[in-house]
């Protein structure tokens, strides 16, 4: 079973980044299709940014255009998550996730992904 593990999370100030990232283990990352999804508490979980498992293809929620940029590195078998001009609205806990259908990036739903990691929380306060 493919096993995903996201880290980088933590607390930022407004106007602040991070970085996250999703690394895999016992299996290859270059087939799947990967997500990054969020879930701020009393809320629905939400994808943020998908990626087609070339790369060659994204998402990205209409909230985070402009500020977040995914990205993956298939020879190290991990994919990432830039954050900037980081908002308290952004706090949450952010997941990755794995799709193994070629077109899942296009829609970005929670619903697509089959293999999901265990999430890693980013807190955005002064």
């Known amino acids: 079973q493919l096993q995903l593990v996201e880290s980088g999370g933590g607390l930022v100030q407004p106007g602040g980044s991070l970085r996250l990232s999703c690394a895999a283990s016992?299996?290859?990352?270059?087939?799947?299709?990967i997500g990054w999804f969020r879930q701020a508490p009393g809320k629905e979980r939400e994808g943020v940014s998908c990626?087609?498992?070339?790369?060659?293809?994204?998402n990205y929620a209409d909230s985070v255009k402009g500020r977040f940029t995914i990205s993956r590195d298939n020879a190290k078998n991990a994919v990432y998550l830039q954050m900037n001009s980081l908002k308290p609205e952004d706090t949450a806990v952010y997941y990755c996730?794995?799709?193994?259908?070629?077109?899942?990036?296009?829609?970005?739903?929670?619903?697509?992904?089959?293999?999901w990691g265990q999430g890693t929380q980013v807190t955005v306060s002064s």
């Open positions: 996730a794995a799709a193994t259908s070629r077109s899942s990036w296009m829609r970005c739903r929670t619903v697509d992904f089959g293999s």
């Open positions: 990626i087609s498992s070339t790369g060659g293809s994204t």
């Open positions: 016992k299996f290859t990352l270059d087939y799947y299709t």
